[in-house]
């Protein structure tokens, strides 16, 4: 069936450099995808998200960039900090069908060494 | 805004019994929910979609008579793990959709851990 699915399970990065976390998608119906960080024992918190009729899409310190050619989502996190280590999860979405459901990737580690 | 909790945090349970977890919209009504399970170090899975005042929905291979979910306001989600077995244990997750703009983004509540003996 359509998955989206992460390329890297894991991902070192030196405080203070920047994070590339990358995305692959199968369903080219999707109309929104969404970025989500989870800290160990907690709940999945919203970062950032981006409909399809966009390629780019900035926030706090973090930019979404969305390769419909290629079906490919990265989540870039400028000057990464200790704080930013989590589990990363790309999930992509259809308006109004299917229930509203959303389909997660399998999620990146993300450990920033000091 | 946007946030959603979850009662109780964590629980252990004798095998056989029953275990209601409570999804809440703290400041939002919440026209559709969703239910998940994560086990450790994987993804989400998807178990059930709830709307207010309707049977929820459940994804293939989730027995509905073991997890029976009640969505009974727009702002309160149960999910019950009836007669619970150790491969029940998991991180339940709940997340609650607002239905504000284009994107449904869901908004997710802190989990509860149920662990079962």
């Known amino acids: 069936g359509e998955s989206v699915g992460l390329h890297l399970p894991t991902l070192s990065v030196q405080e203070g450099d920047n994070s590339i976390i990358n995305c692959a998608y199968s369903n080219s119906a999707s109309d929104y995808f969404i970025w989500y960080k989870q800290e160990s024992g907690k709940g999945p918190q919203f970062i950032i998200d981006i409909r399809s009729n966009m390629d780019k899409r900035q926030g706090q310190r973090v930019t979404v960039l969305l390769n419909k050619t290629v079906k490919h989502l990265s989540l870039q996190i400028a000057a990464t900090q200790p704080g930013d280590s989590a589990v990363y999860f790309c999930?992509?979405?259809?308006?109004?069908?299917?229930?509203?459901?959303?389909?997660f990737g399998g999620g990146t580690r993300v450990l920033v060494k000091p | 805004g946007a946030v959603v909790s979850q009662h109780p945090s964590w629980v252990i349970c004798k095998s056989g019994t029953s275990v209601k977890i409570e999804c809440r919209s703290l400041d939002f009504q919440a026209t559709t929910m969703f239910w998940y399970r994560q086990f450790p170090k994987q993804s989400l899975m998807l178990m059930a979609t709830s709307n207010e005042g309707s049977k929820a929905t459940y994804e293939q291979g989730v027995e509905k008579d073991k997890f029976l979910i009640n969505h009974a306001s727009l702002t309160l989600s149960t999910l019950t793990v009836t007669s619970a077995h150790p491969e029940d244990s998991s991180f339940y997750i709940c997340s609650a959709s607002p239905g504000w703009g284009n994107t449904d983004t869901q908004y997710f509540g802190p989990g509860t851990r149920l662990t079962v003996l």
């Open positions: 999930a992509e979405g259809r308006y109004k069908a299917a229930g509203n459901k959303l389909t």
